[in-house]
């Protein structure tokens, strides 16, 4: 079982619209969980961290963890084209430092 | 300069060369790491260096040989690469490396080509 699972899209969404990125971890005792933005060609980029269980907003970006299921997920309100890239789920367990695991990545176009 | 910077940003070189990618980082932090990024696979997390000592090395090929002489500064040494080793090299830098609320940062990333 992959440490991080990611569909990997494509997702297409239109200008405007709510964009819904998915991501499920195997290891319960995953503690810290991170969005990075990758443009083709880039490096990736943070985007959001979250640590608790609930919902952490920044600007059009929300990110929800739920623990429990062992999910966290990424909304991106009013998708602009300049959102579409490819989208890393990543996460950290306390128990083995260094580690941070990664997804595949969910590959977005927002349609003008 | 600011963030994470890494050089050369593309770099193209035959089975037998020796070349070395660099990572320099200018946030003040105490961890150091080396990804690989190929083609519709996750990241590969190859070394990380805390405090300038190496503390993971994900079963890499001695052809990769990581060296960190300060906080600051990694390089990867590359020697006798084959072809599947072509991939982007990524750098990245987090505050202390010690788990729970850490945030990495990547660097821009060397483009490689082993032909």
């Known amino acids: 079982q992959k440490e991080v699972e990611q569909n990997s899209g494509p997702l297409s969404v239109p200008e405007g619209a709510i964009a819904s990125l998915n991501c499920t971890y195997s290891d319960r005792v995953s503690q810290s969980f991170f969005w990075y933005r990758q443009y083709s060609g880039k490096s990736p980029e943070l985007i959001m961290s979250i640590y608790s269980n609930g919902d952490k907003e920044d600007g059009r970006f929300t990110a929800q963890l739920n623990k429990a299921s062992q999910y966290v997920s990424l909304l991106i309100r009013d998708s602009q084209p300049s959102d579409s890239a490819t989208y890393l789920c990543?996460?950290?367990?306390?128990?083995?430092?260094?580690?941070?695991?990664f997804g595949t990545g969910t590959s977005l176009t927002v349609i003008p | 300069e600011t963030g994470v910077t890494q050089t050369p940003r593309h770099l193209v070189m035959g089975m037998t060369n020796k070349k070395s990618l660099k990572c320099e980082q200018h946030?003040?932090?105490?961890?150091m790491y080396w990804y690989k990024q190929s083609a519709k696979k996750p990241l590969e997390l190859m070394f990380v260096?805390?405090?300038?000592?190496?503390?993971e090395n994900n079963s890499v090929p001695s052809r990769f040989s990581p060296e960190c002489p300060n906080s600051s500064h990694l390089f990867l040494h590359l020697h006798t690469l084959q072809p599947e080793d072509s991939a982007l090299y990524l750098c990245?830098?987090?505050?202390?490396?010690?788990?729970?609320?850490?945030?990495?940062?990547f660097g821009p990333g060397t483009r490689l080509l082993v032909l």
């Open positions: 990245a830098s987090s505050r202390t490396g010690g788990g729970g609320q850490e945030t990495q940062y």
């Open positions: 260096y805390n405090f300038k000592e190496q503390t």
């Open positions: 946030l003040g932090h105490n961890a």
């Open positions: 990543a996460v950290n367990r306390l128990n083995t430092g260094n580690q941070f695991y």
